[in-house]
């Protein structure tokens, strides 16, 4: 298998000539890493001497040792360049002017998971803000998105309903890598800051994570392995529940019960229902931590067997409709806070549309829901192949 080179190690291969001199800070985290575990700021430092001049890091942490939303960290000095790290998930999720004002170009290097909930795009998005306003050039270094260049699944978000977790009208699984989201949040949303791109080569449209040969690293902790990348865009849904998503046990999100699921009583009501590409599998399981934390939780593990035909949104749409038709009694959905919104349902922030949690509620069929949103998927899809970067 030939394998993908990421836009890390293309920029290692052949930089820029106009980044001699500069002063660079570099927003990244543990899966920043090339394909042989190297991360990238000391590639970069070592390619680049002294152009690193700060660092900073997402949700989760520079190490990526946060566990859950809402859990800030602090500010750090990097121990092996002597440079700052500063946190765009503590006291700021905004680069300030402190942080920004010594920099002339700003690179950055995540791994996005191709789901809208996942806050790496908007910390992203922030930060082009941020070099608009303070004159910095961003260079972004781009990475597969993990479920692939070709689905797109699920409604686009509405206003109504934006926060931390959904800033932009774009469905559920979006289908772009980092770089694609950049030159779409920058141009077609209007930030307007000087952007670059240092694409990938080899990688393909068609491809998911297991066909590019890199390594995996989680990006966060609780995405431990490309297949709990790839359940996520649906299985996220559960963090708006009393229903846990499998935090606390070693298979996140791929695991998701409750001490109240009656399993025959699920698996009947989704016999006339066809689940494309996965198998459900009834098992129990106990978290460690979060939700149900030391209780047993019956429920299910989501096996995927087809990663091309599975949908993960709209199963676990229906996956949600069975236990909200099975277990009405025992269920309830999250109360706020959920990622720094004190008042919506932390579904509606995940789902995107308190209409289409309405209808779920009523149990109007699937099919129903899914039509309402095809247009406005669609119109996304149209758009966002004007900033393909890859055929």
């Known amino acids: 298998m030939k394998r993908v080179i990421t836009g890390l190690e293309n920029l290692i291969k052949s930089p820029p000539t106009w980044l001699a001199g500069k002063k660079a800070g570099l927003l990244c985290n543990p899966a920043s890493v090339d394909s042989q575990w ?13 152009i690193v001049h700060a660092l900073f890091s997402p949700q989760h942490g520079f190490f990526s040792e946060k566990q859950d939303n809402m859990v800030e960290s602090e500010d750090r000095l990097d121990p092996t360049l002597q440079v700052p790290v500063f946190s765009l998930y503590g006291k700021t999720r905004i680069p300030e002017k402190r942080m920004m004002e010594n920099l002339d170009v700003l690179i950055i290097d995540l791994q996005e998971v191709g789901t809208r909930v996942y806050t790496f795009m908007y910390t992203m998005s922030y930060c082009l803000e941020a070099a608009r306003q303070h ?41 772009l890598t ?37 390594p995996w690293v989680a990006p966060s902790p609780n995405l431990p392995t490309p297949t709990s990348a790839l359940v996520y865009p649906g299985q996220v849904i559960w963090e708006g529940t009393n229903v846990s998503e499998g935090r606390g046990t070693t298979q996140p999100f791929e695991l998701f019960g409750a001490p109240f699921i009656d399993q025959p009583q699920m698996t009947a009501f989704l016999r006339d229902y066809p689940l494309s590409g996965m198998v459900l599998r009834s098992t129990a399981f106990e978290p460690t931590a979060n939700k149900w934390q030391g209780s047993l939780c019956k429920g299910f593990q989501v096996h995927v067997s087809d990663a091309t ?21 025992a269920f309830q959905w999250k109360s706020p806070p ?8 932390p579904i509606d922030l995940i789902i995107g549309d308190s209409d289409i949690r309405q209808r779920l509620e009523r149990l109007e069929p699937l099919d129903s829901i899914i039509t309402s949103w095809k247009d406005k998927t669609d119109d996304f899809q149209h758009l966002s192949r004007s900033y393909y970067l890859y055929n």
């Open 178 to 214: 980092m770089g694609e989201l950049a030159l779409m949040f920058n141009k077609h949303f209007e930030i307007g800051c000087d952007l670059e791109i240092v694409p990938m080569t080899g990688w393909r449209r068609n491809m998911y994570f297991r066909d590019t040969g890199l």
């Open 135 to 175: 004159h910095v050039k961003v260079l972004l270094l781009d990475r597969p998105n993990p479920l692939g260049g070709i689905a797109v699944e699920g409604n686009c978000l509405s206003p109504e309903v934006s926060s931390f977790v959904g800033r932009y009208p774009i469905p559920m699984r979006h289908g």
């Open 338 to 345: 959920y990622e720094y919104e004190y008042e919506k349902l």
């Open 38 to 50: 190297q991360h990238a700021r000391l590639l970069i430092s070592s390619r680049l001497p002294g």
């Open 309 to 329: 035909t599975y949908e993960p949104y709209v199963t676990s749409l229906l996956l949600l409709q069975a236990v909200l038709s099975s277990h009405a009694d």
